[in-house]
């Protein structure tokens, strides 16, 4: 299997606090999104980055990139009650005809008032 | 504002029964895929398809089929349905061609139980 792993597989932060989710990976690619995922909903996006970059920012969300080490870690800051969910990552890889996402198994991240 | 419908939220079918998951989206986007959500597992592609009637395997395709006769409908088939089908069910779409770097946009799920 192609699928990443995500590390922690469960976080628990109060609020007001900074949450840090990993993300390893197993073949090239030709960038990295990170999605969140509310109790029984669809995915959305959050943030994607591409292979040529190492760091992105997008208003509490921070996201690094290592294609060395194949990794990558999200970081939320200034935590809300809000930001429980799960948080995904999903590598976009080449392949066949088209491009296609390949998930990481999920943080499951709650933040207590 | 963009959109992925599915058909259903919740399913409860029985075992045996042939069982159709739609999926439409109105972006006019070339690729469209179906994962499966377990817990523990996170998500799986079982198909997807980046052109009508064009499909290409996922990591577990074993036990399901799918078509797509118009570019904004998906459809996923499980052609004889069983408990281990039982999951929760996410379609996606995103835009084209390949090397783009670009989002994906996800339905709200389809949560079926096969009894």
């Known amino acids: 299997s192609q699928q990443g792993e995500e590390d922690p597989q469960a976080l628990s932060i109060q609020e007001g606090e900074n949450a840090t989710m990993n993300c390893s990976y197993k073949?090239?690619?030709?960038?990295l999104q990170w999605y969140r995922q509310n109790s029984g909903r669809g995915l959305v996006h959050l943030i994607l980055?591409?292979?040529?970059?190492r760091e992105k920012h997008s208003g509490r969300l921070r996201v690094t990139l290592d294609t060395s080490k194949k990794s990558s870690s999200l970081l939320i800051t200034a935590s809300r009650a809000a930001d429980t969910a799960s948080y995904f990552c999903?590598?976009?890889?080449?392949?066949?005809?088209?491009?296609?996402?390949?998930f990481g198994t999920g943080t499951l991240l709650a933040v207590q008032p | 504002d963009v959109k992925v419908t599915q058909s259903s939220r919740y399913l409860v079918k029985r075992t045996g029964e042939k069982v159709f998951l739609e999926c439409v989206q109105d972006?006019?986007?070339?690729?469209m895929f179906w994962y499966r959500q377990d817990p523990g597992l996170g998500l799986r592609l079982i198909y997807f398809?980046?052109?009508?009637?064009?499909?290409e395997k996922g990591d577990i395709p074993e036990g399901y089929s799918v078509s797509r006769e118009k570019k904004e409908r998906f459809s996923l088939i499980l052609e004889s349905a069983s408990t281990n089908q039982t999951s929760m069910y996410l379609c996606?779409?995103?835009?084209?061609?390949?090397?783009?770097?670009?989002?994906?946009?996800f339905g709200q799920g389809t949560r079926l139980t096969v009894v």
């Open positions: 996606a779409s995103s835009p084209p061609p390949p090397g783009k770097n670009t989002e994906a946009f």
């Open positions: 073949t090239s690619i030709n960038n």
């Open positions: 980055i591409r292979s040529n970059e």
């Open positions: 999903a590598t976009d890889a080449y392949g066949g005809a088209t491009n296609k996402l390949i």
């Open positions: 972006m006019d986007h070339e690729n």
């Open positions: 398809s980046y052109d009508v009637k064009m499909k």
